[in-house]
């Protein structure tokens, strides 16, 4: 079983930054792929971005360029670091972790508010 566990998230103003952090409870990432999802009111949830065992990203159209998401192996941790933020993004973020050879999320983090608003 692995604990991954989300932080960094709060209320930003448009055009602003937040880095979001998910940490594992073990070291996982040589065998999951792992990936920002987010959630927004009354929407369902929708990939963001992901990090392979290899360390390939890649990245929702509506986040190019201004997301980036990058893993700490020493630390067990991903992070996603966003910039340029718009009241759009307000959404709940959830890290989840895949096995690179399945195609279903084994782990899921509880979620972390991010609110762009003015």
């Known amino acids: 079983q692995v604990q991954l566990v989300e932080s960094g998230g709060g209320l930003v103003q448009p055009g602003g930054s937040l880095r979001l952090s998910c940490a594992a409870s073990?070291?996982?990432?040589?065998?999951?792929?792992m990936a920002w999802h987010r959630q927004a009111p009354g929407k369902q949830r929708e990939l963001v971005a992901r990090?392979?065992?290899?360390?390939?990203?890649d990245y929702a159209d509506s986040v190019k360029g201004r997301f980036a998401i990058s893993r700490d192996n020493a630390k067990n941790t991903v992070y996603l670091q966003m910039i340029g933020l718009k009241p759009e993004d307000t959404a709940v973020y959830y890290c989840?972790?895949?096995?690179?050879?399945?195609?279903?999320?084994?782990?899921w983090g509880q979620g972390i508010q991010v609110t762009v608003s003015s």
């Open positions: 073990r070291s996982i990432f040589s065998t999951y792929v």
């Open positions: 989840a972790a895949r096995h690179k050879l399945l195609t279903r999320i084994d782990y």
């Open positions: 990090i392979t065992s290899d360390g390939i990203t």
